[in-house]
């Protein structure tokens, strides 16, 4: 099987030498202006399709808190061939929402990108198995035929397993997954990779041929990388480095992270007017399995002792030992070396939860509790 890690090096590493290539020929990292009423036009970059999963972002712009700040934002979808933090990196947009391991991978191949705030509190990766199969952590998955999706998706999963002490090169069948499960349902995988408000929503929303019922979460077992200690940190809102010098992207940026945390607050206590706004954003799935993934990625957010947006130290450097230390079949690691300095700050986020407070909004979400989701056939 050809390696997930070195496709998405080789990507990042194309995406370095565009950027070279972009600063000789002059090229801007910035087509910003304002509108007729004096919003400055922002541009910021998903990545993935309109979804759940971004909801507060979706809220920030329709309930107006981009504008309170100034801002009007441009939502671009990502998808399979985008990579967000190159999107950022090459100035085709002024913000951009990536994984960490991914977007320190495209840092060391030279992008110049900066955590400007970490939403994602965990983990929502998952390794999914029916509940027959016996598959109750990551030693069980030895011999078995394991599903990932590569493209940077995979390093909790190798992690796991060398922690289990497997080695993902001779111990498992490693299977390049499709972005669904119909490979799993199909039984041809043994152990698919999910997230937890996504792909494992979906399998919920399947029809078990046995019972001739929606399967239960009683059908299954998964594997939660936040139990294993091996969960790295997902989303958060990246900024360009070099433009992080000038003042008036500096002031922008917590204008912008401030405006962006406001819209998951409203997420937080407003689950299904952020269903109702992201079906609306054009989202091809239902409205039911939106409910669940918005309420999944509250899970992922609330509470957040430190406030929302702000980094734990401790799970930064988890998530980089972890892309420097665990190798994939080749034997190769995300990461050859620990990012600089400027790899990530809290200086815009904690200046942006000041004003947040300062209004009233509550940025911790200490009394959350997720109401329970019915879903539906085909998440409708």
């Known amino acids: ?3 997930t890690t070195r496709r998405f090096r ?3 590493v194309l995406a370095a030498a565009t950027l070279v290539v972009a600063a000789l020929s002059g090229c801007s990292t910035s087509d910003n202006s304002t509108t007729s009423d004096g919003l400055t036009k922002v541009k910021l970059q ?3 399709f309109k ?3 971004f909801a507060g972002y979706l809220a920030a712009a329709s309930q107006g808190f981009y504008k309170a700040q100034g801002l009007d934002v441009e939502i671009l979808d990502g998808g399979t061939d985008i990579v967000p933090q190159t999107v950022l990196a090459q100035g085709q947009a002024d913000y951009a929402i990536a994984w960490v391991p991914k977007a320190l991978a495209s840092r060391e191949a030279g992008a110049g990108i900066t955590d400007v705030a970490q939403i994602f509190q965990r983990s929502g990766t998952k390794q999914v198995s029916f509940k027959s199969a016996g598959i109750t952590g990551p030693a069980d998955l030895k011999g078995k035929k394991v599903g990932n999706w590569g493209y940077g998706n995979e390093f909790e999963l190798f992690a796991g397993m060398t922690k289990a002490g497997l080695d993902p090169a001779k111990d498992v069948t490693l299977v390049q997954q499709q972005f669904d499960m119909n490979a799993f349902l199909a039984h041809d995988i043994d152990a698919a990779q999910a997230m937890s408000y996504n792909e494992y929503a979906q ?4 029809k078990n041929p046995a019972t ?5 979460p009683d059908d299954f077992a998964t594997i939660d990388w936040n139990d294993q200690g091996v969960a790295m940190l997902q989303d958060a809102i990246w900024a360009n480095t070099e433009k992080l010098k000038d003042s008036k992207y500096a002031d922008q940026t917590v204008k912008f992270i401030a ?5 998951w607050a409203f997420c937080r206590d407003n689950v299904d007017k952020c269903r109702d706004l992201t079906v609306a954003a054009g989202s091809t799935l239902g409205a039911s399995h939106q409910q669940w993934q918005i309420t999944e990625i509250n899970k992922l957010i609330w509470p957040s002792p430190n406030g929302i947006g702000m980094i734990d130290k401790s799970a930064w450097d988890r998530t980089v030992a972890i892309a420097k230390t665990t190798k994939n079949q080749e034997g190769k690691t995300v990461l050859t070396k620990d990012p600089d300095t400027s790899a990530y700050t809290v200086e815009y986020v904690t200046k942006a939860l000041d004003l947040l407070k300062s209004q009233g909004v509550d940025v911790i979400g200490s009394a959350y ?4 989701v019915t879903l539906t056939e085909g998440g409708k």
């Open 46 to 48: 998903l990545q993935w």
């Open 51 to 53: 979804q759940g999963q």
């Open 203 to 206: 399998l919920l929303e399947v």
């Open 10 to 12: 080789i990507r990042a």
């Open 369 to 372: 509790v997720a109401q329970p």
């Open 259 to 263: 405006a962006s945390l406001q819209g």
């Open 212 to 216: 001739g019922k929606l399967y239960t």
């Open 1 to 3: 099987m050809r390696s």
